[in-house]
């Protein structure tokens, strides 16, 4: 079983508290464990099967956390940005950790679906090119969109020189579209359209690995993922 610091674990769990913080409550009696104050802030335990508390209060563990985030326009995909906000900044203080990233990448203007964990396995598996995780997208076009281009799409055309895998078109409408991808290539679904000399004039993603992005969610809102969308993308 993993055991750490407890001050490392105070400060990993509850992320608004620094690690000399941390350290500080403990050496003030305000960290229990098992019902027992705890002093020393090297002190080993148990995250899965001891009870720390601070002031009084569970400090529930979580080894990991998974966020879904419903990204606005104009919001980068990275964890530290000199110019524009980042994902990680429309986060609320309770789902706010040390080790955050986005798990993958979506230009600043597109919108929707953006996994931001602290996982950095499972954030491998769905974003290495060899998993060929499934990725939706609504897409709005300046022009109708020919159904000839479904077929092109599912044979794997090529861009720039490069293969890409079959994607699957389904049209929704004159101008609207459903895209799904199994691979993420640089401005890949503009470039698609753009080949076909139309434009993507609105992007969202709304599902990766068959989550959906919850309906609820507006945009810049987050939640963190329901146990049974955790494993359908540690599954898939
Ligand atoms: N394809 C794009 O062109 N942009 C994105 O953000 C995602 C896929």
Same mark, same amino acid.
């Given at each position: 079983?993993?055991?750490? !610091?407890?001050? !490392?674990?105070?400060? @990993? ?10 350290? +500080?409550? #403990?050496?003030?009696? +305000? ?10 802030? %090297? ?17 529930? /563990?979580?080894?990991?956390? /998974? ?20 994902? *990680?900044? *429309?986060?609320? &203080? ?21 996994? #931001? ?19 939706? /997208?609504?897409?709005?076009? !300046?022009?109708?969109?020919?159904? @000839? ?9 090529? *861009?720039?020189? %490069? ?12 101008? &609207?579209? !459903? ?17 076909? %000399?139309?434009?993507?004039? /609105? ?8 989550? +959906? ?5 507006? &945009?810049?809102?987050?939640? &963190? *993922? ?11």
């Amino acid at each position: 079983m993993e055991v750490q !610091r407890l001050d !490392r674990f105070i400060a @990993s769990q509850l992320s608004e508290i620094s690690r000399s913080a941390a350290r +500080e409550l #403990i050496r003030r009696g +305000e960290v229990s464990v098992n019902g027992a104050a705890e002093r020393s802030p %090297e002190k080993k335990i148990s995250p899965e099967a001891d009870e720390i508390t601070l002031f009084g209060k569970p400090v529930g /563990y979580k080894k990991h956390l /998974y966020i879904m985030l419903n990204k606005p326009s104009g919001v980068v995909c990275s964890t530290r940005d000199g110019l524009s906000e980042t994902v *990680l900044n *429309l986060l609320p &203080e309770g789902l706010r950790r040390k080790g955050l990233f986005p798990a993958g990448r979506l230009d600043k203007d597109t919108v929707g679906f953006v996994l #931001i964990t602290d996982d950095g396995e499972l954030a491998h598996r769905i974003l290495s090119p060899k998993s060929h995780v499934e990725k939706t /997208y609504f897409v709005k076009l !300046r022009d109708p969109c020919p159904p @000839s281009v479904i077929d092109v799409f599912s044979g794997g055309m090529t *861009l720039d020189g %490069e293969r890409l895998l079959p994607a699957r078109l389904e049209i929704l409408g004159e101008r &609207e579209c !459903r895209l799904t991808l199994r691979e993420g290539k640089y401005h890949q679904i503009k470039r698609m359209f753009s080949s076909f %000399e139309n434009e993507v004039v /609105y992007l969202k993603r709304t599902s990766i690995a068959g989550v +959906e992005l919850d309906p609820d969610l507006f &945009e810049g809102q987050a939640r &963190e *993922l329901t146990a049974e969308e955790v494993s359908a993308l540690e599954t898939r």
